[in-house]
């Protein structure tokens, strides 16, 4: 499938056997679980659908969802755990027990050298009233609405230091024209 | 909001200033588009539904979505960037123009040092089918579903060396117990 002539190369046609196959979750390293979860939730509005704990292997996964109104999550953990894994679009943070105690720990974002993994996007209904909120909250910005080449795009760091990008959908129509 | 008695250090209860918010999509940075393309395509049924070029900064963004049967793709340029950054779980994929000639680039996976990002996960209907659809296309495994400490988990790496995780919900119930 190609769009309105856009070139895509090597894309084959997908076939039976990737049928039901989604993109569940981008995982990222957290430093300190207090600091992350307390930034995802407030600033980004994400809520914690799943902790698991892995004492054997000192490790804790934060399964993040930014639920809408008809999100439906089990109270069950079996059950909370299977519908965590057939989501769309979910953040895994994994907190390596103790990496908040060690002051030489720095996560790498990907984007300093070497590179590799860019940004984690979100979408959001209203760009201005979103920066305002940064603000508000004190999130460090990297690039500003106005700022830069691209428009109408907004780069923020997380406590780790990931990059975030947050844009307005409609108005970037024209990207790329 | 906390499920089932589990902590969820530092959370706050989201407000209505990220109402609306959507975890929109992923960037991974990839060495050669033709490889990467026919590997998501072919391998996890991923479509390209935008291509984004940027002629003065010289690289191009490809917006990869595994789409579903209800998915409606506008044909419209402008109305399919918009319905792009306004999906959930996208995979973003950056080609630097001319990276595919360069024999010393090799992007950073994130699980080597330094370490960050950790992988993108798939959720697929059937585990064993899947791993026997990445031999098939001679997907690299790093760790099979009966390999290691956690059943039920596969991880197979991208063109570019980034790991995927890919699981089947239903499999991983007491995960964590």
Redo the contacts between chains.
Sequence with gaps: ????G??????????A?????????????IKD??????FY??????????????E??QFT??FLA?LEADDD?P??????????????????L?HNWGSEDDPDLQ????NAE????????????DLK??EA?FD?NDVEFIKRSDQG?MQNVVFVKDV?G?WI?V????L??????
Excluded at 1 to 4: A, G, I, L, V, Y
Excluded at 33 to 38: F, I, N, Q, S, Y
Excluded at 114 to 125: D, K, L, T
């Design positions: 499938m190609s769009f309105n856009e070139q895509h190369p090597g894309v084959k046609q997908p076939t056997e990737s049928q039901g196959f989604r993109l569940n979750h981008t995982m990222l390293r679980p207090e600091k992350a979860l307390a939730s407030r600033v980004f509005g994400m809520s914690v659908v799943r902790r698991l704990d892995f054997e292997m996964l934060y930014k999550v109270e069950d953990d079996a059950q909370r755990t299977a519908w965590t894994f057939s989501q769309k679009g979910l953040l895994e994994t996560y790498h974002d990907g070497p590179q590799g993994f860019g940004h984690i996007c979100f979408s959001v209904p009233a979103a909120w508000a080449k780790d990931y990008e844009v307005q959908a409609d970037l129509g024209h990207m790329g024209d």
